[in-house]
């Protein structure tokens, strides 16, 4: 036990120094984006006028709307224990991942069309919410 922790900690600390291994907490930082105060004002503006700003966790299944492309990229909405799953239409429509940290999940599994928004616990509540969205959508 003792010997194994020692050969782990030489190793990763090797692997991480010699081959910038990216570990939790490691990220780049180059995708984070600084707002304005103007822009944080208009954007919780526009987070309270929602006709859905009542109804908990609409403003993160709006958020997640908004990241995968909007409405009208949105083919099928499925979840599990903890991830949303969505099919988009068009995967260059959906945002890089770090818009979607911003929105406060865990992260994003992408494979093809098909994306899973890893929510938690409360996905759902987020699912609920997110169809409210895509039955809101105009034919």
């Keep these: 036990g003792f010997a194994f922790s020692g050969i782990y900690f030489f190793v990763f600390r090797f692997a991480i120094l010699k081959y910038d291994l990216k570990t939790p907490g490691r990220e780049d930082a180059e995708e984070v984006k600084m707002y304005s105060k ?16 009542d109804i908990p966790y609409a403003v993160s299944a709006a958020h997640y709307m908004e990241a995968l492309g909007g409405v009208d990229n949105i ?55 997110f169809d409210q969205l895509v039955a809101q959508k105009p034919i």
Excluded: M, S, W
Aim: glycine share 8%.
């Design 38 to 53: 103007q822009e944080y004002r208009d954007k919780q503006a526009k987070k309270n006028a929602g006709a859905l700003a």
């Design 75 to 129: 083919v099928e909405v499925n979840n599990c224990a903890t991830r949303l799953r969505v099919t988009v239409a068009d995967e260059a429509l959906v945002a890089p991942d770090a818009e979607f940290k911003e929105g406060g999940e865990h992260g994003l599994v992408r494979n093809g069309r098909a994306f899973q928004v890893i929510v938690g616990l409360d996905v759902p509540q987020v699912r609920e919410a």
